[in-house]
């Protein structure tokens, strides 16, 4: 996710709650080998991905990424930026705008625009942000901070203000719309789902097994009723629905890049995740813990 170790410990089980087995239909599979591209991902209706570097951690948690990627949907790959540091989150505006938080650290980032080669700034965040979340009107972003515990609201003019504060949001990395554009957010740290309704009510949905304490959750996404998640720590995709019924959609739990069906396929701490809807294929970035790792693919069954 936001926060990587570059170090990799042996992991244990704490707990697993109510989790559910594989579906053995489901096949995991390799687009782009040896990819730097390790953070959050954004796709556009031609099916292009937009995959931020984020790198390793130095000490302040500010990345050594300097890339943002484009890759095909075939598996090739275009460099788009090579001037960024340690991207963080992504989302794209109707008019093909690419959105990213730039140079986080404990202390700022900066809400970045990129289009048609051009990099502008549209404003400097408090800490450490996580993902973005652009409104339907592209009128603002709704964009939470993992070292504070609040969610902000930014205006495309730069206006910055908090839109909810709690402290069961300090850690929040992970955000995306659900069902009658809820808030569905995830907490790295702690392995929780909570969802917050328009009135800003904040519920658990769902908490995911925490393998590797601190280091539970990466990315987000909801498609058809179901959110689908990174389990970084414990090196599997998870499956949630509404219900908070946490399945396992695939990987063994081994700390290993291998193919296959989902009781066989591995991965290396899994973080970015994106749907393209259009094509019912999931996609999924690895850290790698400082070593290149492969960006995976799940082709999504008919619900």
């Known amino acids: 996710m936001k926060k990587i170790s570059s170090l990799l410990f042996p992991c244990f089980l704490l ?8 579906d053995t239909s489901v096949e995991v599979k390799t687009l782009l080998k040896d990819f730097t591209g390790n953070g959050s991902i954004a796709i556009d209706a031609e099916g292009k991905i937009y995959i931020n570097e984020y790198g390793t951690a130095n000490s302040d948690i500010s990345g050594t990424g300097k890339h943002v990627f484009m890759v095909s949907p075939d598996g090739e790959s275009t460099i788009l930026s090579k001037n960024v540091s340690g991207a963080v989150g992504n989302t794209l505006g109707s008019d093909g705008t690419y959105y990213f938080n730039n140079g986080n650290s404990f202390y700022n980032s900066d809400l970045m625009s990129y289009k048609d080669g051009k990099m502008k700034k549209i404003a ?6 996580g993902d973005l979340l652009l409104d339907a009107q592209n009128n603002f972003f709704l964009i939470p901070s993992y070292t504070h515990p609040v969610i902000r609201k930014v205006s495309m003019d730069g206006t910055v203000e908090d839109y909810i504060e709690d402290e069961r949001l300090k850690g929040i990395t992970g955000i995306t719309y659900g069902e009658n554009n809820d808030l569905l957010v995830s907490n790295f740290t702690t392995g929780k789902i ?3 309704d328009n009135k800003k009510s904040i519920t658990v949905l769902a908490t995911l ?6 280091y539970v ?3 987000i996404t909801y498609f058809e009723g179901h959110i689908y998640a990174t389990g970084y720590g414990s090196n599997k995709i998870y499956k949630v629905d509404m219900d908070g019924k946490v399945e396992v959609l695939a990987g063994s739990g081994e700390y290993i890049e291998k193919d296959g069906t989902a009781l066989e396929a591995g991965f290396v701490t899994p973080n970015g995740i994106e749907v393209d809807a259009q094509r019912r294929r999931l996609y999924i970035t690895q850290n790698g813990n400082g070593r290149p790792a492969s960006l995976r693919y799940i082709d999504l069954p008919q619900s």
């Open 15 to 22: 707990t697993l709650g109510s989790v559910f087995s594989q």
């Open 124 to 129: 400097t965040l408090e800490g450490f942000s």
């Open 194 to 196: 909570y969802k917050i």
């Open 209 to 214: 097994p925490v393998v590797y304490p601190g």
């Open 217 to 219: 959750i990466g990315y």
